[in-house]
Structure formats: C-alpha cells, structure tokens
Nanobody, 128 residues
Framework: QLQLVESGGGLVQPGGSLRLSCAAS????????IAWFRQAPGKERLGVSC????????NYADSVKGRFTMSRDNARGMMFLQMNNLKPEDSGLYYC?????????????????????WGQGTQVTVSS
C-alpha cells in the first residue's frame, strides 16, 4: 500500500512562490499515476495537475496553467508542485494522490474518484 506525505505549504503573499513536495513510501512510485488536488473550505476537491507515468505528459487546470509546474522523481519516490505567481484563489488544502490502474504511459487524469492513495494534505494560504 502506497503512503503519501505532503510538505511545503505555508502562508505567502500574492505573487509569491511555493514548492510542494510529496514523499511516497511502501511501493515504487513509477507504477503509479499521480496528481495534485486542491480543496478550499466548503468546496469540492479539484484537480490541479497530473503527470503521466513516463513523466512526458503533464496537464494543468486552466486556472494554474503557466504558473504551476508538476514533476516526479521516481528514483527518489517524490513528486513536486512548483507554484509561482500565486493568487488568493490558489489557497486551499493541497493533496497528492496516486493510483495504479494502467491508463497509458503518456496519459494522466485529474478525476478524484480514480485515485485510491491520498496524502493528508498541506495548507497553502495566499494573502497579503
């Protein structure tokens, strides 16, 4: 069973940057489809970004395109989310998630119901 632990959240001013990390243990990360999700208070959990098993393909929510970059380091069992030019609407609890069903080496998905391994979340607050 894969365990995921996020870190790197915090309070940042608008226009600032944060780098979220997610450490995987219990299994090798290269067999997993992975993604980042965000949940604001009282709202549903939404996909922010995903990356294919090969690492070749990344997809992003329209609201973060051009500002966020997701990456994975299978050898270290890590995934990352570099967040630049942060806006107040980026605030929320950020989760990393994974699942093993093969969907293709160059495809990824941000549908929450497909994921069966979740971290505990790390809080990101963007405020002046």
């Amino acid at each position: 069973q894969l365990q995921l632990v996020e870190s790197g959240g915090g309070l940042v001013q608008p226009g600032g940057s944060l780098r979220l990390s997610c450490a995987a243990s219990g299994s090798t990360l290269d067999a997993y489809n992975i993604a980042w999700f965000r949940q604001a208070p009282g709202k549903e959990r939404l996909g922010v970004s995903c990356i294919s098993q090969s690492g070749v393909t990344t997809n992003y929510a329209d609201s973060v395109k051009g500002r966020f970059t997701m990456s994975r380091d299978n050898a270290r069992g890590m995934m990352f989310l570099q967040m630049n030019n942060l806006k107040p609407e980026d605030s929320g609890l950020y989760y990393c998630a994974a699942f093993t069903t093969f969907i293709g080496l160059s495809r990824c998905t941000m549908i929450p119901s497909q994921f069966d391994s979740w971290g505990q979340g790390t809080q990101v607050t963007v405020s002046s």
